[in-house]
């Protein structure tokens, strides 16, 4: 009886110190990765400071004839941030970024046109049927302001147009074969519904999810997306780090 009990001490005890080793073990990690993630956000933060104070003297010419268009993302949580948006908006004017985009998925941004564009004095809403001459105009900033459900309706609207040609098409015509839709017929649709759009050159996400969150996809088969993180703790000296780091890439589209 005595060995017995002895033998389950043993076991407790022998349970209990592997618990404590597996706790210890997590809690070092987590302590080391939480100190990694500290250290690199204050590198951030550091770096961001100098590029914005001018100190980093590469980063002061950007070459901005390659971002003809800029998209940006926000989450749909932090869309309701305009004051940020705003702000973010007012940088990019500064750095002379003529033509923005702005998306989030329950359209929350576009509902706050309006707000936005108050806060801006020199901007305007870009309107799809002067798409050539708006992405000439180097006087404005032009806005554009999309949601998810923008991309839903010019998709429908589009397949809609292409079924209608398709069956004018075969009601005119005596062959009887299926026609097949390739990429051009679409773009042409969606152009034709005025839901083409410019493709952005550069697309910026903030918010925690690294996806374009539903984007029209159509828009975007060339284009370099980066996550910037939060929009609470937006940087001008980011902002400008990634932007020159995409004038720096060198884009290579294939055949």
Not at 145 to 150: A, Q
Request: aromatic share 10%.
């Amino acid at each position: 009886m005595n060995i017995r009990e002895e033998m389950q001490k043993a076991n407790r005890l022998i349970a209990q110190i592997g618990n404590f080793g597996l706790q210890l073990v997590w809690f070092i990690l987590h302590l080391s990765v939480s100190t990694w993630y500290f250290l690199l956000e204050i590198a951030h933060a550091v770096e961001s400071y100098f590029i914005s104070s001018g100190l980093m003297k590469s980063y002061k010419a950007l070459n901005l004839g390659k971002l003809r268009y800029l998209a940006i993302v926000v989450g749909s949580e932090e869309a309701y941030q305009t004051s940020k948006v705003s702000e973010l908006l007012q940088w990019l004017e500064a750095i002379g970024v003529k033509h923005v985009c702005l998306y989030d998925m329950e359209g929350v941004l576009k509902r706050s046109k309006e707000a936005i564009l108050e806060k801006m004095s020199n901007a305007t809403v870009f309107q799809e049927a002067d798409e050539n001459d708006k992405l000439l105009d180097q006087k404005h900033m032009m806005l554009e302001f999309v949601s998810f459900s923008d991309g839903k309706e010019a998709v429908a609207k589009a397949a809609n147009l292409l079924f209608a040609k398709y069956l004018t098409s075969n009601n005119s015509s005596e062959d009887q074969e299926g026609e097949i839709f390739t990429e051009p017929h679409m773009t042409e649709a969606l152009r034709a519904v005025g839901s083409g759009g410019p493709e952005p050159d550069l697309l910026l996400v903030y918010g925690p999810a690294r996806c374009h969150q539903g984007f029209p996809a159509w828009r975007i088969r060339y284009t370099e997306i980066v996550h910037m993180g939060s929009l609470k703790s937006v940087r001008y000296g980011s902002l400008i780090k990634a932007i020159y780091k995409f004038t720096m890439v060198r884009q290579n589209y294939g055949k």
